[in-house]
């Protein structure tokens, strides 16, 4: 009887194997739905190595994820209005992940004052990081 050799690696293009790389990161594409697998690698040249992707978005995806992780942030600011007491942000551009909790706090910490347009800035240049927010909403003191 012919016995499977446990040891064996296994062939073909399946580039995400768990045990290879205990220095590697894994995690799963958010680019587009599909959600591939990511493992993210790299080198003490500075070289970042992605497999699992299915595209180039991917790979860029899982670079900038591993180099400098950054994320949209949106949240709710207070207001002045009793009747619409808080107002919806956003960042406009993606935040590096250590400042989030940083933005959050400022954020939290305002008091905007209504009226407000939506796309009026209402943080700019967060700590010199180059990234504004903004209202998405337009709020009155009286009605929407
Ligand atoms: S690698 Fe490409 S196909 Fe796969 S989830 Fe990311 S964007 Fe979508």
Known sequence: MKRSDSSAQPEGNN???HNE???GKEMICIACPIGCRLLVRGNSD???LV???KCA???EYGEEEYRAPRRMVTCTCRTNSDLFPRLPVRSVAAVPKELIDDLLHDLYDLTIELPV???DLVLKNFRNSGVDVVATMTLRNRGV
């Open 15 to 17: 580039p995400v194997h």
């Open 21 to 23: 790389a205990p220095d």
């Open 46 to 48: 500075g070289d970042v």
């Open 51 to 53: 497999t699992g992707n």
């Open 57 to 59: 978005r991917g790979r």
């Open 117 to 119: 347009r939506r796309g």
